[in-house]
């Protein structure tokens, strides 16, 4: 594996991609990042949201490259699926075998999987997990891979150890484990231990219970009343004393992501 560079994770990718087009290049690095990062962080309903995004500009990139245009940002594509199946059969022409076939069977099952996972929709059939996002993650990957592999001219084995060299591979903040979360943050106290756990569930409630099992404090009144009360009354979090629930405030959003990440 080629060693960890000290250049940013964008930067790197911007380099190994330097033959796309700009206006793709651009949002197609920023959406995969976004869903390594937030697959790290356990965070599945944002990597799904990415995967959506990194899907939308990756097909817009192959229609440009098959069919010499594209469907303009900002404008929606009805069926995905159908989009890509004119990739797939479209007359051959200056694109790749991989342009035209590999990679749009790739998006299509990429693309489904985040639609029919209950990732991003009320009442999906089937609740987001771990194992769905690790598999969106690495097509992403494989994707990204490919068209380093195609715009910069290596072998998937050299576009591979760019991708595995990015510094985005970094040591997880929270690590989920045994239906369990722990900090690997070090020389955090209880309250960002708390509130770092409330931002990696961001998108539902964490019982009081959990969220003191997760810190391992030792009293859960104390807790309560010197970590989590304290955090309530300035608003970055907010109690239920009736559920026992906790939800993470946008002012408690805004100070992780400014202070603890």
Known sequence: MASTSTKKPSSVLGTALANVPKSFRTKLISNYLDIKKNSLESRHDAA?????????????????KVHGTFT???????????ECRKLVTSPVANATESERIVLPRALVFLYTMRNKRGIGHVGGDVDANAIDIAAMSRTSDWIVCELIRINHGLSLEEAQDIVDGLAVRQLPTIWE?????????????????ALLLLYSCADSAVLFEDLCD???YSNPGVFKSKVIQPLHKLRLLEFDRQTESITLSPKGVQYVESSLL
Do not use: S, Y
């Open 48 to 64: 799904g949201l990415a995967v959506a995004k990194f899907c939308e500009v990756t097909i817009r990139l192959l229609q440009n």
């Open 72 to 82: 303009p940002f900002g404008t929606k594509i009805d069926n995905f699926a159908d």
């Open 177 to 193: 484990v045994a239906g369990k979360k722990r900090v690997l943050k070090d020389g955090l106290t209880a309250k960002d231990q």
């Open 214 to 216: 997760w810190v391992e």
